[in-house]
């Protein structure tokens, strides 16, 4: 049974540094480099990769771009008032649900009473947040793409800020087209939708939790939606 689960906040060196913070790098191995570890979401931990951008040349207004390992499911968060660390854990905990579920409510994988009970079961499980510094070279390469996504977007739009239903609006897309990366183990090309892995995951990890829920604490999909506003 699931009670706790490790969510591992990787931040670059960019993020490290627009924090202030001193985060410790995960282990490696002697005489490998430090601070590239790879990064696999399983049982025992969540793990997310994240950079900060600007959003053009020297701007004050940034996005930060968050990837799940696994998935390489992606969201935005806008910034332009400063993010203190637990604003920021805080604010992510809450945004990959979030995006989770709007991108499920437009692609339309599971029904929508469906999501609402994942969503439910997802909040009976400990998400233990813990910030390291690293940066896996092969989730960087689907985070510079959206990066260009971005500062391309909002250059159309003739913006300087990324509005949150833009930002919303974006991860959907990038979410539901096709990712293609090497495995490590059988060094073959996979194509798969983001949004269907971390779906798998999602309820790899409902599944696992066998909880006991109360069902009349269930909340619906519009109740969640009256909520988010």
């Known amino acids: 049974m699931i009670n706790n689960i490790t969510l591992y906040l990787s931040a670059s ?4 540094k627009y924090l202030k913070a001193d985060l410790p790098r995960l282990p490696h191995e002697p005489n490998e480099q430090a601070g590239v570890n790879t990064l696999i979401s399983d049982s025992d931990c969540f793990n ?8 053009s040349y020297k701007s004050r207004e940034k996005t930060i771009i968050v990837c799940e390992a696994n998935s390489r499911f992606t969201f935005f968060i806008p910034v332009s008032l ?3 660390q637990e604003e920021l854990t805080d604010r992510l905990q809450y945004e990959w649900q979030l995006i989770l579920a709007e991108t499920l409510e437009v692609y339309r994988l599971i029904p929508r009473s469906d999501i609402a009970t994942l969503l439910s079961d997802l909040s009976h499980i400990d998400f233990s947040p813990q910030w390291v510094k690293n940066t896996d ?7 510079n793409d959206a990066a260009q996504w971005v500062t391309q977007t909002l250059k159309e739009e ?3 800020e990324l509005p949150k239903e833009l930002a919303i609006e974006l991860a959907v897309c990038l979410n539901t087209q096709p990712k293609r990366i090497t495995n490590k183990t059988t060094r073959r090309k996979e194509k798969f939708l983001p949004i269907k892995r971390l779906l ?3 309820q790899s990890l409902q599944t696992s939790s066998n909880e006991v829920i109360d069902r009349t604490n269930v909340i619906n999909f519009s109740d969640y939606k009256k909520g988010e506003k």
Not at 48 to 55: C, K
């Open 13 to 16: 060196n960019a993020l490290n």
């Open 200 to 202: 798998e995951y999602s």
């Open 137 to 143: 070279l092969s989730i960087s390469g689907h985070i």
């Open 158 to 160: 003739g913006l300087y």
């Open 48 to 55: 997310w990769q994240l950079q900060i951008i600007d959003n």
């Open 82 to 84: 400063k993010l203190s």
